[in-house]
Structure formats: structure tokens, C-alpha cells
């Protein structure tokens, strides 16, 4: 991070909105740049590597949100937090299949936006600055946890820096039923809201990561409760 200030890149086509909300996380000692399309935030985010995170809105014309998204995620796993109309339940938890850490509804207050970006800026940083940077193994399952690199049966497999951090909570806590609540704040970094599935959203994808590589039934949903990673995986029926 330049002068240990966050380098912000904020991308959306309400100017106006821009301007308002550069100026008040420059205000809060972000550093903030601001991009209008989808195109050039694409452009952008694929030839540089100065920002710490992005700041997307869904709605962009042309190219969307969610095509900037995906085209990112292919190559970089640059921390995003997805701008979402409220109610657009669909387009969030779309967002967060394709790999966003978190979202925020528009419009949103500039102070929590602040607040969100410094929660993913903790997350992705606290396991870096573990001490121990020796890996864990359970299930075939190889995290490094020093270079942020999991391996299955050999094989890599590319997580975001959310559900890297999911995948090391659980496995630290083999055996032990989380809450969705201590996993949203742990986590995420933020405590569990209404109608809140951003965390259900990382297990699945973490699911669906280690069963393309031949690893199934080890992280079970407990019902109104959380998620356990399971000492023995769980049959299949």
C-alpha cells in the first residue's frame, strides 16, 4: 500500500456519485481513483497491480459489473466489493459465485463503504501476518498458509481471498460446529445482517472447488446453525 494509505479503484458511471465518494474516503485517508466503464476498468485492473481493492458497480452500461468480474477473476484475485441495487438478490449472490469478497447495496453510506473496504483489507491480510506459515492438511487438502495457496491431491485450486480465509477457519476448527454469525465476523470481518448469504454463498463455492477436485462431503451445513468441516467425510447416500 503507497504511504500505507489503501489504494482504492472506484468504478461506476455516476459521476457525480464518484465524486462524492472519493471525496469522503480520501477524506477518511484512502487513496481513490476513479473509473467510469467497464472496458477501461478492465484494461486497468489487468496491467496494474497498485490497488489493494475495487469498488464495482453491478449496473454499468455496456460492459457490466459482472462481466468486469469475471474477466478480473480470471487472471487476479484483486479484493472486490460489488455495488448492488437493493433487492437485487440475484445479481449478488451471482457476484459472489464469480468470485467477489463481499457486496453493499446502493445507495450506501460513504462511512460504511469505508468500513467494508477496511474489513477486506483485514481479511486478507490476517493470515499473512500469522506467524506460522507452515501448512495445513486434512482430506487431501493442502493449505499453505504463508503464500495463500491451497493444493487438493496435488492439484491447485484457485480460491478468493474470502473463501481462502473460510476454508482456514473451518479446517483450524475440524470437528467444531460455526456459527454463520462467528463465521460472517470472523470471516468477513463484518457481523451477520438480515437476509445475509454472502457466507453461504464462499461455502458453496469452496464446495464446489474441492469436488471438481475430487474432494466431497467434508464441509456439512448444520441447519440454523452454521457449518462444520468434518473429521471423517460425510457418505454419500
Not at 18 to 28: M, P, T
Not at 71 to 100: C, F, H, N, W, Y
Request: aromatic residues 4%; proline residues 4%; contains cysteine.
Amino acid at each position: 500500500m503507497e504511504n500505507d494509505k489503501i489504494n482504492v479503484l472506484l468504478v461506476d458511471d455516476d459521476k457525480d456519485l464518484c465524486a462524492l465518494l472519493q471525496e469522503f474516503l480520501e477524506g477518511d485517508g484512502f487513496r481513490v481513483d476513479a473509473i467510469h466503464s467497464g472496458d477501461e476498468a478492465i484494461k486497468t485492473l489487468l496491467n496494474t497491480d497498485q490497488y489493494d481493492t475495487v469498488v464495482l458497480d453491478i449496473m454499468l452500461p455496456g460492459t457490466s459489473g459482472l462481466d468486469v468480474l469475471k474477466s478480473v477473476r480470471a487472471e487476479k484475485q484483486t479484493p472486490i466489493l460489488m455495488l448492488t441495487g437493493r433487492g437485487d438478490d440475484i445479481d449478488r449472490i451471482v457476484g459472489l459465485e464469480l468470485g467477489a469478497d463481499d457486496y453493499l447495496p446502493k445507495p450506501c453510506n460513504p462511512r460504511e463503504l469505508g468500513a467494508r473496504i477496511r474489513a477486506i483489507i483485514r481479511r486478507t491480510q490476517y493470515l499473512k501476518a500469522t506467524p506460522s506459515a507452515s501448512p495445513s492438511e486434512l482430506h487431501g487438502i493442502h493449505l499453505d498458509i504463508g503464500a495463500r495457496q491451497v493444493t487438493v491431491n496435488g492439484k491447485s485450486v484457485a480460491l478468493t481471498g474470502a473463501e481462502f480465509n473460510a476454508l482456514s477457519y473451518l479446517m483450524e476448527r475440524v470437528g467444531q460446529t460455526i456459527s454463520k454469525q462467528e463465521m460472517t465476523q470472523e470471516v468477513l470481518k463484518r457481523p451477520l445482517e438480515a437476509y445475509d448469504r454472502a457466507m453461504d454463498v464462499h461455502v458453496s463455492r469452496i464446495r464446489q472447488k474441492l469436488s471438481a477436485a475430487g474432494v466431497t462431503n467434508v464441509i456439512q451445513s448444520v441447519r440454523g446453525v452454521g457449518y462444520q468441516m468434518l473429521t471423517v467425510p460425510q457418505q454419500s447416500e
